[in-house]
Nanobody, 122 residues
Framework: EVQLQASGGGLVQAGGSRRLFCAAS????????IAWFRQGPGNEREAASC????????YYPDSVTGRFTLSSDRMKNTVYLQMNNLKPEDTGIYYC???????????????WGEGTQVTVSS
């Protein structure tokens, strides 16, 4: 059974950092991409980053470039999203999803984890 679990959310002050985790199971980790999305209050869901696990290549939308960094641990089947210099507009529920590739920061998502709430206070 394919499962994804996002965790690591919480309350952080503006300018602070937070590390999110996406633990994956039930599939061959290196055969896919993992995309992160977020949805702030009253906003549509938007892409937050993507890592192609076959190549280790990472992709970031302009809104998070230079502040967010993706990494992965193949032994633990886990993707990490390091978020630095957080801003109030980064507030939202963060989800990780299995994707076919990182086109448009995530394409062909078929499994989603439950989200984790990140709240950035000003």
């Amino acid at each position: 059974e394919v499962q994804l679990q996002a965790s690591g959310g919480g309350l952080v002050q503006a300018g602070g950092s937070r590390r999110l985790f996406c633990a994956a199971s039930g599939f061959i980790f290196d055969d896919y991409a993992i995309a992160w999305f977020r949805q702030g209050p009253g906003n549509e869901r938007e892409a937050a980053s993507c890592i192609d696990l076959r190549e280790g290549t990472t992709y970031y939308p302009d809104s998070v470039t230079g502040r967010f960094t993706l990494s992965s641990d193949r032994m633990k089947n886990t993707v990490y999203l390091q978020m630095n210099n957080l801003k109030p507009e980064d507030t939202g529920i963060y989800y990780c999803a299995r994707a076919l590739d990182c086109g448009n920061y995530g394409r062909g998502m078929d499994y989603w984890g439950e989200g984790t709430q990140v709240t950035v206070s000003s």
